[in-house]
């Protein structure tokens, strides 16, 4: 019962209702949310702060949930990790706006990265395995795509990307 409903989560995305938010509005909304969770692990949160006039069209709760699902991610990553520190951040590069949510936690062996993002493989105890699948399908919804680069036990960042004019 429980593979039917993740199974419909993954399958019945709503349709996005695009919308122009800035990155401060998208940054201010992901650390209101996950600030609670973090502090309640003894996880630092740092969320960069930015006036920025940069604004990108996007369904915002469907990217707050792929930040959600990122950054849920972290807090698991960073279980018995002394300092553990999530940090999100942006970048513009060639085209291209980048959310990045980095941790200092266990990170991922090679061989699990292309795995992934495989609906339903999980390397947690209780995880469901749908959270990095519903991330990418948000972005490919918004024509983006999601990247990740990991060194173990160094750091860890997924970045949503979206095309950027």
Same mark, same amino acid.
């Given at each position: 019962?429980?593979?039917?409903?993740?199974?419909?989560? +993954? $399958? !019945? &995305?709503?349709?996005?209702?695009? !919308?122009? %938010?800035?990155?401060? !509005?998208?940054?201010? %909304?992901?650390?209101?949310?996950?600030?609670?969770? /973090?502090?309640?692990?003894? +996880? *630092? &949160?740092?969320? !960069?702060?930015? $006036?920025?006039?940069? =604004?990108?069209?996007?369904?915002?709760?469907?990217?707050?949930?792929?930040?959600?699902?990122?950054?849920?991610?972290?807090?698991? /990553?960073?279980?018995?990790?002394? $300092?553990?520190? +999530?940090?999100?951040?942006?970048?513009?590069?060639?085209?291209?706006?980048?959310?990045?949510? @980095?941790?200092?936690?266990?990170?991922? *062996? /090679?061989?699990? &990265?292309?795995?992934?993002?495989?609906?339903?493989? @999980? @390397?947690?105890?209780?995880?469901?395995?749908?959270?990095?699948?519903?991330?990418?399908?948000?972005?490919?919804? %918004? @024509?983006?795509?999601?990247?990740?680069? =990991? /060194?173990?036990?160094?750091?860890?960042?997924?970045?949503?990307?979206?095309?950027?004019?």
């Amino acid at each position: 019962l429980d593979f039917v409903k993740d199974y419909r989560l +993954i $399958a !019945e &995305l709503p349709t996005p209702e695009l !919308e122009y %938010h800035t990155i401060g !509005e998208i940054l201010q %909304h992901v650390k209101v949310l996950m600030m609670p969770f /973090a502090n309640g692990r003894n +996880i *630092q &949160l740092k969320v !960069e702060q930015t $006036a920025s006039k940069i =604004s990108i069209q996007i369904d915002l709760k469907l990217i707050e949930q792929a930040l959600i699902n990122l950054v849920t991610n972290s807090i698991y /990553a960073l279980e018995d990790i002394e $300092a553990p520190i +999530i940090e999100i951040n942006y970048r513009l590069d060639l085209g291209k706006l980048f959310l990045d949510v @980095t941790d200092n936690g266990k990170g991922i *062996q /090679a061989e699990l &990265l292309e795995k992934i993002f495989v609906p339903f493989f @999980t @390397t947690r105890k209780n995880g469901s395995g749908i959270g990095l699948t519903i991330t990418r399908n948000i972005m490919k919804m %918004h @024509t983006g795509s999601l990247e990740v680069l =990991s /060194a173990p036990y160094e750091k860890t960042t997924f970045s949503l990307v979206f095309k950027y004019q």
